[in-house]
């Protein structure tokens, strides 16, 4: 079982940037494939990004691509979420999640473990 703890989030004026992290505890954290999803007020949670076990492959749904960026550290056992070019409809809160299965990764489905979230609120 693995705990996830993210942190990072906060007030930022459109345009800005924020860097998510999202620590994990265990020692099998390279065992994990990892996502960020997100769910803003009065809407479902929705995909943002992710990466697999290595850190060599990475997906980011369209809404981000381009300003978002999702990386991982396996020594530290953490994964990131570097946001550039922040928008008001970024406003949401944050969920990182881990999963030891393989299967979609934009799929709330396929992910087991969730932290508790972290706000972000893009002002204009």
């Known amino acids: 079982q693995v705990q996830l703890v993210e942190s990072g989030g906060g007030l930022v004026q459109a345009g800005g940037s924020l860097r998510l992290s999202c620590a994990a505890s265990?020692?099998?954290?390279?065992?994990?494939?990892m996502g960020w999803f997100r769910q803003a007020p009065g809407k479902e949670r929705e995909f943002a990004a992710a990466i697999n076990r290595s850190g060599s492959g990475t997906y980011s749904a369209d809404s981000v691509k381009g300003r978002f960026t999702i990386s991982r550290d396996n020594a530290k056992n953490t994964v990131y979420l570097q946001m550039n070019n922040l928008k008001p409809e970024d406003t949401a809160v944050y969920y990182c999640?881990?999963?030891?299965?393989?299967?979609?990764?934009?799929?709330?489905?396929?992910?087991?473990?969730w932290g508790q979230g972290t706000q972000v609120t893009v002002s204009s």
């Open positions: 265990g020692r099998t954290f390279s065992s994990y494939a």
């Open positions: 999640a881990a999963t030891p299965r393989y299967g979609s990764r934009w799929s709330e489905r396929t992910y087991d473990y």
